[in-house]
């Protein structure tokens, strides 16, 4: 199972949208099948192809997200 510091070691080489494909390689080495980013507050969601999950801590504090939103 892959740790949040080798999440934080693959993601700490991305300089540009360059290294983003590596990024995503190197996760897939980690064993990382598949991720989610939450806009609301920053945390991550990484889980394994055998169901195993890590979640990272929030990076700020919660956004309000508005229930509806107003097109104009």
Known sequence: ???LDQI???HA???????FPRYIQ????????KYDIFVHDGHGEY???DGDTLVSPPKYDTLTVADMSDTE
């Open 1 to 3: 199972m892959f740790t």
């Open 8 to 10: 934080r070691e693959a």
């Open 13 to 19: 080489r991305v300089k540009s949208g360059a290294d």
């Open 26 to 33: 190197d996760l897939i080495v980690l064993g990382v099948q």
């Open 47 to 49: 889980a394994s192809a």
